[in-house]
């Protein structure tokens, strides 16, 4: 991985516009159409990182140890446990994914409605040319609430949001942490064809903060058996902080993986 590849702090540019590199508060033009120009910009940097927290999807939980993990990951149950370990494992961004989901349930609720939670002890590290080390760091705890044929994402306790801390061993000054809080919900009732929607925020620790919505009528798709990121679907992203604000919108409609944003295009996992 060359440095030109890796994710820059989301807060540092998080001033400059959702999509822009450089430029101006508000600004929505890519510096470039490469995959560098997308992986360094808040809005590729803010879907990637909802990427790697839901790895291990609620179609997966609710196979059991008949799901087919992404490459890099495994699972092993006990006692209503089970503990979901990535080892060289692809992040979204092209980096490694290390560490650990604990998934613990489902328990049995009212009528058909069941619960568990995902604890994330996860890290994605991305190496750059001069050795320098940028890292994402996963902590916090994930509700899941199933039922017959749909799955509610929330956050495990409405007051401790999941934790997305941004590490750079060169440039400390650009470290900051990301408060996570997701809204979605899985429609589940097709195992060839699970469809996302509903929306999530990360709320940055420089006070600029990022929403995400992402409509039923075109919600992120993934087709297990093809590929484990979403092959279709789009996200409707906006910014406020201190800067200014700005809106983009993020497509998945080019094929497997392919994330499009403003004319760039980066395949996760760095496929």
Same mark, same amino acid.
Request: aromatic residues 4%; negative net charge; glycine residues 18%.
């Given at each position: 991985m060359n440095a030109g590849s890796a994710i820059?702090? !989301?807060?540092? !540019?998080g001033i400059l516009g959702l999509t822009a590199c450089a430029g101006a508060s508000g600004s929505t033009s890519v510096s470039g159409t490469d995959p560098a120009s997308l992986r360094n910009a808040p809005a590729g940097a803010s879907v990637?990182?909802?990427? /790697?927290l839901e790895q291990i999807r609620p179609d997966l939980i609710r196979q059991g140890a008949a799901a087919a993990l992404p490459? *890099?990951? #495994?699972?092993?149950?006990? /006692? *209503?446990?089970? +503990?979901?370990t990535f080892n060289h494992c692809a992040a979204a961004n092209g980096?490694?994914?290390? &560490?650990?989901?604990?998934?613990?349930?489902?328990v049995p609720g009212d009528g058909a409605v069941q619960t568990c939670t995902e604890a994330y002890q996860l890290t994605a590290t991305t190496t750059l040319a001069d050795n320098a080390t940028q890292t994402w760091t996963y +902590? %916090?705890? #994930?509700?899941?609430?199933?039922? =017959?044929?749909?799955?509610?994402?929330?956050l495990a306790d409405a007051n401790a949001p999941i934790l997305a801390a941004f590490r750079d061993s060169a440039v400390p000054a650009g470290n900051k942490v990301y408060a996570f809080t997701p809204s979605l919900t899985q429609d589940i009732g097709d195992p060839a064809r699970m469809a996302l929607s509903g929306g999530y925020?990360?709320?940055g620790s420089d006070g600029n903060d990022i929403t995400c919505t992402i409509s039923p009528g075109d919600p992120l798709v993934w087709i297990p058996a093809a590929c484990r990121f979403p092959a279709s679907g789009s996200l409707?992203?906006?910014?406020? &902080?201190? &800067? %200014?604000? /700005? #809106?983009?919108? =993020?497509?998945?409609?080019? %094929?497997?993986?392919?994330?499009?944003?403003g004319g760039a295009r980066v395949a996760l996992g760095g496929q």
């Open positions: 820059a702090p !989301l807060g540092v !540019l990637m990182v909802f990427i /790697d490459p *890099g990951v #495994q699972a092993a149950a006990g /006692d *209503g446990v089970t +503990t979901y980096g490694v994914l290390a &560490g650990t989901i604990t998934v613990t349930g489902p +902590t %916090g705890r #994930q509700l899941v609430t199933f039922t =017959a044929a749909a799955a509610r994402l929330s925020s990360l709320a409707g992203l906006a910014l406020a &902080g201190p &800067g %200014g604000s /700005d #809106q983009t919108t =993020a497509s998945f409609n080019s %094929g497997c993986g392919n994330l499009s944003i």
